[in-house]
């Protein structure tokens, strides 16, 4: 701070080994300078020439003293730090409960893990059987009403007309095409009151064949409805295959019974149908109608027509449209997710079941490989929490006489992180440094009501230079108007900064507007008289434009409004013509 001066620092480490450990000696150099300033005659025009002791620290190049400019106080802080005096025991007993609840959080989240992704597991499979039970429904709902819309145009024709042999003979070519069209009809056949055949798909039919024993032709006897009827699977007396009979009522004018119409559904494409969904290895789909087996996957025909044995999955199904389940299969005994839906029109239910240790399979695998890995993990840490156990009693005697010297060489180097005052181009201090003397001057100069100016320094067209003989030679053409502006400022206390670009600031503690007009006037000269050469200008070499600002600060001037004063005369100086110097008023 201004009359009291500064204190530089060099701190030389030096470290003398000996068998009982190692101790570190701090060497301090102190050097003091004292700045006194002599307040500017305005009247004179000249400056102050300052002191030798009032130079700033050296630019780069310079004495290794100004690189490690520090506080004498601080040094002798860090050579009293005090030991550390934690309790090793307490040190070493903490990295041993760290070790030990590093291995339970890793063993606890491992098995939350394995748990959720059971869940996860058995939820997706879950999603995946209900969505496939509701295709399998509508493929099978589909089926059914193309069979059910065929019979009902057949009975259609057949009661708008009389049963006579020329209107069964114009039928047979259409039962035909029926049969040939559609994949899943197996045939389609006609009977009367007592059940004889009187129509059929088939070429030919034993003419003593009756149907009035089946199932169904006694429910249309017996039954007024126009409603189709699915009966459960029937061995067909005309091919010797499993078929799902599907009939109707057909009635005369008055409505009394004159007989049946009968489509039927081949069993085999059921099984197609059902074989085409994947559902494991032990998975199952089935369709019941009234309780009892339509078709199942995997097919038994012992299963055909097998009812539902009264269990809570029953009644879950006779209570619910659609869901999912996990129960054991009465059939095979096999543990199942079972998701269930109902066909829309038809009493129809359709379930798909995937084998529960299928779906678990690959979980349990993970689940195994995730535990080994964790336990492995457990048994590094224990082993690293061995090592560094012994690691940590071995270390810490060691440690207790380095932590001192550790914390010191930190403190320099934290100093050593501002040592970036220059700019690495030209050699001259940086913007940053130019702020922070600008502020102690204009302080000083406050306090001993003294004068201080500013001269900003603008190379001319220096894009154009650039742009004519490339940034080469334009970062040698900022050296040597450095080396110009240096050179003109010969006082110690002078500082000439790089403001940024192509500017460059001089900072005159002491002196007046008349003296740093002077001193600008020099400095445009030497820049001219490097004779760098510059074709881009009217002058044919390089100039300056200088704006000088000086004053003698009151308490409510600021080091901003001085700044701004030197740009604004730059400003003019440019707009005047360039090369020239222009003291702001």
């Given at each position: 701070?201004?009359?009291?001066?500064?204190?530089?620092?060099?701190?030389?480490?030096?470290?003398?080994?000996?068998?009982?450990?190692?101790?570190?000696?701090?060497?301090?150099?102190?050097?003091?300078?004292?700045?006194?300033?002599?307040?500017?005659?305005?009247?004179?025009g000249?400056?102050?020439?300052?002191?030798?002791?009032?130079?700033?620290?050296?630019?780069?190049?310079?004495?290794?003293?100004s690189?490690?400019?520090v506080s004498?106080?601080?040094?002798?802080?860090?050579?009293?730090?005090?030991?550390?005096?934690?309790?090793k025991?307490?040190?070493?007993?903490?990295?041993?409960?760290?070790?030990?609840?590093?291995?339970?959080?890793?063993?606890?989240?491992?098995?939350?893990?394995?748990?959720?992704?059971?869940?996860?597991?058995?939820?997706?499979?879950?999603l995946?059987?209900?969505?496939?039970?509701?295709?399998?429904?509508?493929?099978?709902e589909?089926?059914?009403?193309?069979?059910?819309?065929?019979?009902d145009?057949?009975?259609?024709?057949?009661?708008?007309?009389?049963?006579?042999?020329?209107?069964?003979?114009?039928?047979?070519?259409?039962?035909?095409?029926?049969?040939?069209?559609?994949?899943?009809?197996?045939?389609?056949?006609?009977?009367?009151?007592?059940?004889?055949?009187?129509?059929?798909?088939?070429?030919?039919?034993?003419?003593?064949?009756?149907?009035?024993?089946?199932?169904y032709?006694?429910?249309?006897?017996?039954?007024?409805?126009?409603?189709?009827?699915?009966?459960?699977?029937?061995?067909?007396?005309?091919?010797?295959?499993?078929v799902?009979?599907?009939?109707?009522?057909?009635?005369?004018?008055?409505?009394?019974?004159?007989?049946?119409?009968?489509?039927?559904?081949?069993l085999?494409?059921?099984?197609?149908?059902?074989?085409?969904?994947?559902?494991?290895?032990?998975?199952?789909?089935?369709?019941?109608?009234?309780?009892?087996?339509?078709?199942?996957?995997?097919?038994?025909?012992?299963?055909?027509?097998?009812?539902?044995p009264?269990?809570?999955?029953?009644?879950l199904?006779?209570?619910?449209?659609?869901?999912?389940?996990?129960?054991?299969?009465?059939?095979?005994?096999?543990?199942?997710?079972?998701?269930?839906?109902?066909?829309?029109?038809?009493?129809?239910?359709?379930?798909?079941?995937?084998?529960?240790?299928e779906?678990?399979?690959?979980?349990?695998t993970?689940?195994?490989?995730?535990?080994?890995w964790?336990?492995?993990?457990?048994?590094?840490?224990?082993?690293?929490g061995?090592?560094?156990?012994?690691?940590?009693?071995?270390r810490?005697?060691?440690?207790?006489?380095?932590?001192?010297?550790?914390?010191?060489?930190?403190q320099?180097?934290?100093?050593?992180?501002?040592m970036?005052?220059?700019?690495?181009?030209?050699?001259?201090?940086?913007?940053?440094?130019?702020?922070?003397?600008?502020?102690?001057?204009?302080?000083?100069?406050?306090?001993?009501?003294?004068?201080?100016?500013?001269?900003?320094?603008?190379?001319?067209?220096?894009?154009?230079?650039?742009?004519?003989?490339?940034?080469?030679?334009?970062?040698?053409?900022?050296?040597r108007?450095?080396?110009?502006?240096?050179?003109t400022?010969?006082?110690?206390?002078?500082?000439?900064?790089?403001?940024?670009?192509?500017?460059?600031?001089?900072?005159?503690?002491?002196?007046?507007?008349?003296?740093?007009?002077?001193?600008?006037?020099?400095?445009?000269?030497?820049?001219?008289?490097?004779?760098?050469?510059?074709?881009?200008?009217a002058?044919?070499?390089?100039?300056?434009?200088?704006?000088?600002?000086?004053?003698?600060?009151?308490?409510?001037?600021?080091?901003?409004?001085?700044?701004?004063a030197a740009d604004?005369?730059?400003?003019q100086?440019?707009?005047?013509?360039?090369?020239?110097?222009?003291?702001?008023?």
């Amino acid at each position: 701070m201004g009359d009291q001066g500064s204190i530089h620092a060099i701190a030389l480490w030096d470290k003398d080994h000996a068998q009982s450990g190692c101790s570190t000696r701090l060497t301090v150099e102190c050097h003091v300078h004292r700045h006194p300033l002599r307040a500017c005659s305005s009247e004179s025009g000249m400056r102050s020439s300052g002191s030798p002791e009032d130079q700033p620290p050296e630019r780069p190049g310079g004495a290794a003293e100004s690189a490690l400019s520090v506080s004498f106080s601080d040094y002798v802080a860090l050579s009293q730090s005090p030991p550390d005096r934690r309790p090793k025991a307490d040190a070493i007993r903490r990295a041993r409960w760290l070790v030990v609840f590093v291995c339970l959080a890793l063993l606890a989240t491992n098995a939350w893990l394995i748990v959720d992704a059971r869940a996860h597991a058995i939820a997706q499979a879950a999603l995946a059987s209900t969505n496939l039970a509701r295709a399998v429904t509508e493929r099978v709902e589909g089926t059914v009403s193309e069979i059910e819309h065929i019979l009902d145009g057949i009975v259609f024709e057949l009661e708008r007309s009389d049963l006579t042999p020329r209107v069964l003979e114009r039928m047979q070519p259409i039962l035909v095409h029926h049969v040939a069209a559609v994949e899943q009809i197996k045939g389609i056949f006609i009977y009367d009151a007592q059940g004889k055949w009187i129509a059929s798909s088939e070429p030919t039919w034993d003419p003593a064949a009756n149907n009035a024993d089946r199932p169904y032709f006694k429910h249309h006897r017996s039954n007024p409805s126009a409603k189709a009827l699915i009966g459960a699977p029937i061995v067909s007396r005309s091919s010797g295959e499993w078929v799902v009979p599907v009939s109707r009522r057909l009635n005369d004018p008055d409505g009394d019974f004159v007989g049946v119409a009968l489509v039927t559904l081949r069993l085999q494409y059921l099984r197609n149908l059902l074989d085409k969904f994947d559902v494991g290895g032990e998975g199952a789909i089935a369709l019941f109608l009234a309780d009892r087996i339509m078709v199942r996957r995997p097919f038994k025909e012992t299963d055909l027509g097998s009812p539902l044995p009264q269990t809570p999955l029953k009644a879950l199904l006779d209570a619910t449209p659609a869901g999912t389940a996990d129960a054991r299969s009465t059939l095979d005994g096999v543990w199942r997710l079972i998701s269930f839906e109902r066909t829309r029109n038809y009493p129809i239910l359709v379930t798909v079941a995937v084998s529960k240790e299928e779906v678990l399979r690959s979980w349990r695998t993970a689940s195994m490989l995730q535990t080994g890995w964790a336990l492995f993990l457990c048994l590094v840490l224990g082993l690293a929490g061995l090592y560094v156990n012994r690691s940590m009693r071995r270390r810490l005697k060691a440690e207790s006489g380095l932590r001192a010297t550790r914390d010191a060489l930190a403190q320099a180097n934290a100093r050593l992180a501002h040592m970036a005052q220059y700019d690495g181009l030209t050699g001259l201090p940086n913007r940053r440094y130019f702020d922070s003397r600008l502020i102690k001057y204009f302080k000083q100069a406050q306090r001993e009501r003294s004068c201080i100016a500013v001269v900003m320094v603008d190379v001319d067209e220096f894009k154009k230079y650039n742009d004519h003989y490339g940034h080469v030679e334009g970062d040698q053409c900022l050296k040597r108007v450095a080396e110009a502006l240096s050179a003109t400022a010969q006082r110690p206390i002078d500082l000439v900064a790089r403001y940024g670009g192509e500017e460059m600031v001089l900072l005159l503690p002491g002196t007046d507007a008349a003296g740093a007009v002077l001193l600008a006037q020099a400095a445009r000269r030497a820049v001219v008289d490097q004779n760098i050469p510059h074709v881009a200008t009217a002058l044919g070499k390089v100039s300056v434009s200088l704006g000088v600002a000086a004053c003698m600060p009151g308490p409510a001037d600021t080091p901003n409004a001085l700044l701004k004063a030197a740009d604004a005369a730059l400003y003019q100086a440019k707009k005047n013509g360039r090369n020239r110097v222009y003291p702001a008023h």
